[in-house]
């Protein structure tokens, strides 16, 4: 009996099914009212969303490598323990410890599905703590994403992370974020600078931001599909915002050297000074909410 079959058998229900996705990686396919959603067991990482007569909502990019080992692309990834570098130690993975590893299902229900992450011998070498993550996906009219991260150890922990979302676009010229005018931010391309933004944020140029005090729901409004894709949030303070631009977009290897042109990135976070404590015995959630408006 192959692991899909294993799953189907254990874990099939009504709206959730298990296939064999992309490189041969195990997926769960969710499905609700002409909805769909994929989510690999790798990294827990949603691969797309499809609200139903809808154009995709997540951008893959065409180059992503399907590999254990290797983070995937596009989608929404999952950065924990840490966002981006690591602080101190610069030849650690970037992003963290969860995104290349695969999880385990726990739960499925009517197109839902929980996965679990646990600390191991692995995980210990980069951060020497105990931890258990779950990710649940759930379809219905909207697709929601709730990373809760339990500290069942003697001695608190304090982590940065996010649900990395890549959203597509029809074209990066026909599309603008809302929802962050007037808050302060850090603005990575300029030496780490804290600014302020004032009005939309439209994208001429290589754009990595962290958006701070900031529980905001966001608009990514896309004249050229007509369109607007609502991204409401929990458990975040914070809300990055990246789109790699050409000279980077050509530097990656997996990312094609004009799709910087089809996507763009606003991050659900808890990155820079919107770090987590977790206490022993607690758990913190971070959710993420998303819709067409």
Not at 57 to 62: A, E, G, I, Q, T
Not at 98 to 115: E, M, Y
Request: aromatic letters at 8%.
């Amino acid at each position: 009996m192959t692991l899909i079959d294993t799953l189907n058998r254990d874990w099939q229900t009504q709206g959730l099914r298990f296939a064999e996705g992309p490189g041969g990686l195990a997926i769960a396919e969710l499905t609700h009212e002409g909805a769909s959603a994929t989510v690999a067991l790798h990294g827990a990482h949603v691969l797309s969303y499809v609200p139903a007569g809808a154009k995709p909502v997540l951008w893959l990019s065409k180059e992503a490598i399907f590999k254990d080992g290797k983070a995937i692309r596009g989608g929404i990834p999952v950065c924990w323990p840490w966002f981006a570098d690591h602080p101190n130690e610069p030849n650690y993975p970037a992003h963290g410890v969860a995104r290349k590893r695969s999880w385990k299902v726990v739960s499925t229900d009517f197109a839902s599905l929980t996965l679990e992450l646990q600390a191991n011998e692995a995980t210990r070498e980069h951060f020497p703590h105990d931890f258990v993550l779950r990710l649940q996906a759930t379809l219905g009219d909207a697709l929601a994403i709730q990373l809760s991260v339990h500290n069942p150890g003697q001695n608190p922990f304090t982590y940065t992370g996010a649900l990395h979302t890549y959203f597509a676009v029809s074209h990066i010229d026909q599309a603008h974020l809302e929802g962050l005018d007037g808050r302060p931010y850090i603005d990575s391309i300029d030496g780490k600078t804290r600014k302020t933004q004032a009005g939309p944020i439209r994208f001429q140029e290589e754009v990595d931001r962290i958006y701070l005090e900031t529980t905001d729901t966001c608009l990514v409004s896309d004249n050229g599909w007509d369109r607007t894709i609502r991204i409401a949030k929990e458990g975040s303070h914070s809300t990055v915002v990246w789109n790699p631009w050409i000279a980077k977009a050509q530097r990656m290897a997996d990312f094609g050297d004009q799709e910087y042109q089809e996507m763009l990135c606003v991050e659900t976070t808890n990155a820079a000074d919107d770090a987590i404590a977790v206490p022993p015995g607690e758990t913190h959630k971070l959710a993420l909410t998303l819709s067409l408006a």
